[in-house]
């Protein structure tokens, strides 16, 4: 279970959240949803760890990640909008090295990081060093290492963007089985028909604060609208956010490039 309560965040002049309170539970998907400077990366970075919130606080299986950082990473895996990868690394060799910063080893790793590279389909570049990796290709691996350590709760940032048609489907699978199997699973997407098709909750945010929470059916009955792009645009006008929403990447509307925020 992932819980956010009442982050604040501010960069100078810029309040990146205000009083942001959400929660992602086991065996769900929760989708963080907003427009453009929303405050979604910000909430994911203080989770994770690499923020500290001015207020507030952020809690992994109840473990508070200001207070207790490192145990509650053991417990995460994460997606991060920005895949860093080291350019002479292969996928094998960063996949095997975050496995190894978590504690696995030996042939349980091996085992684990052939799974994960057959799974991905990394197989025709597993071993070759990720300078010149194609940007599918980079969040292949960075999604390879969020899940090489079998952490309860993820956290995934824009998990399909950039890949194919069938590495998509790949993804969306393997999150529908974890979600199976009991993972909590929070991400934030700007495909509603990804979003539609995976999340069981929603949580739209704009401007750094809570704007609206349910399942997809409940804000479809709530707002009047059956498409979720629809839904997302009435919340926001109802809650005179709408202008927010004018610098929302075009594949918010229409289902193509850009990135989150």
Do not use: W
Not at 22 to 28: F, P, R, T
Not at 88 to 105: K, T
Not at 144 to 165: C, F, M, Q, S
């Amino acid at each position: 279970m992932i819980e956010i309560e009442n982050l604040s965040k501010s960069f100078g002049a810029v309040q990146a959240l205000s009083g942001l309170s959400l929660s992602a539970l086991d065996g769900q998907v929760t989708g963080l949803i907003g427009p453009n400077g929303a405050g979604k990366t910000t909430a994911f970075r203080v989770v994770y760890g690499l923020l500290t919130p001015d207020s507030g606080s952020a809690r992994v299986d109840g473990i508070d990640v200001a207070t207790n950082r490192m145990a509650a990473q053991r417990h995460l895996g994460v997606l991060p909008d920005v895949r860093g990868l080291y350019p002479r690394l292969s996928a094998r060799e960063h996949i095997r090295y975050f496995g190894q910063l978590h504690g696995s080893g030996g042939k349980a790793l091996e085992q684990d990081i052939d799974e994960l590279i057959e799974r991905l389909g990394m197989q025709d570049f597993a071993d070759r060093p990720a300078k010149g990796y194609s940007r599918g290709q980079e969040l292949k691996v960075a999604l390879g290492r969020a899940l090489v350590h079998r952490p309860k709760n993820l956290i995934l940032d824009e998990p399909t963007n950039g890949l194919d048609v069938m590495s998509s489907r790949a993804v969306r699978d393997l999150i529908d089985e974890m979600k199976a199997k009991g993972h909590c699973i929070l991400l934030s997407s700007h495909i509603m028909s990804e979003v539609s098709l995976l999340c069981d909750k929603l949580v739209i945010c704009a401007e750094g604060r809570l704007v609206a929470e349910g399942t997809p059916e409940q804000m479809r009955q709530e707002t009047g609208a059956q498409d979720l792009e629809e839904v997302f645009v009435r919340i926001l006008d109802r809650a005179g956010l709408l202008h927010a929403a004018h610098e929302m990447p075009a594949r918010l509307v229409q289902g193509k490039g850009g990135e989150a925020a």
